[in-house]
């Protein structure tokens, strides 16, 4: 019977990519969308059509209102069971100092590191089962952090503890790692071709990334590498040797 991914956020961009790459390796794909629905039922058409039952979507939007445990069983029945839970889903603007809020706060903490932990805790005992393996997509700038970009820094920060952590109390059932993108793909709001020009020259590859450089690195991780846990890839061209 194929694995199943479950790939949060997986819609779009890298999650989309990523529910590509490891559908072509025979894995079975679930993908949580918020807004973005067009994309999810194109995406699930798409990959259907290559393998007929092979894609399931699943509308949740992440904040405090959730029901994590009723998502979770939801998501299991898919498919019968799920092996890899890929938590890709995150929150990325700018706050600074006098435009922190409880609502910032509550929104950027509730997707970005709390439904990390709560998927794992409602997925433990079928990935245990499983002997599953979760990633958790994070962040180069989480050292050092990204300039007004307090509550997701701190966010991806503690993302960063929680995978460290969970690899500690999970093994040797379930394996915990994390992936953290340098420029793969330019925000959707940047339009700056000063900055992107100044990113580029730190850059010692030269280039942006791929979203694929982001699924393989995730693939490798799920299927090859049994034997790590608790680590943080850099997927950034070299970019953390000049920061």
């Not at 819609?11 to 993908?31: C, D, F, M, P, W």
């Not at 599953?132 to 509550?151: A, S, T």
């Not at 093994?171 to 790692?177: C, D, E, M, S, Y």
Request: charged share 25%; glycine share 6%; net charge positive.
């Amino acid at each position: 019977m194929n694995k199943v991914a479950l790939i949060t956020g997986g819609a779009r961009r890298i999650g989309a990519e990523t529910a590509n790459y490891l559908h072509s390796k025979g894995i079975n794909i679930v993908i949580t969308y918020s807004k973005s629905s067009v994309a999810a039922n194109a995406l699930k058409k798409e990959l259907n059509l290559k393998r007929k039952g092979s894609c399931h979507i699943y509308k949740a939007k992440f904040n405090s209102n959730i029901n994590y445990k009723k998502i979770t069983t939801d998501i299991i029945r898919l498919f019968g069971r799920l092996d890899y839970l890929i938590n890709n889903a995150s929150k990325f603007y700018p706050t600074k100092i006098n435009e922190v809020t409880d609502k910032a706060w509550s929104d950027t903490i509730d997707t970005n590191i709390k439904t990390p932990l709560f998927l794992s805790k409602y997925f433990y005992n079928e990935l245990k089962k499983r002997r599953g393996v979760i990633i958790n997509i994070i962040d180069i700038h989480v050292e050092p952090p990204l300039k007004d970009h307090i509550i997701y820094n701190v966010s991806k920060a503690g993302l960063l503890a929680l995978t460290r952590t969970l690899a500690k109390d999970l093994a040797p059932q379930i394996r915990v790692n994390g992936v953290s993108p340098g420029a793969i793909m330019w925000p959707e709001n940047e339009s700056s071709n000063k900055k992107k020009l100044d990113i580029l020259s730190k850059i010692p590859m030269k280039s942006v990334g791929e979203p694929a450089d982001i699924a393989k690195t995730i693939y490798f991780l799920l299927e090859q590498s049994p034997y790590i846990t608790g680590q943080n890839i850099n997927v950034d061209g070299g970019r953390r040797l000049n920061m």
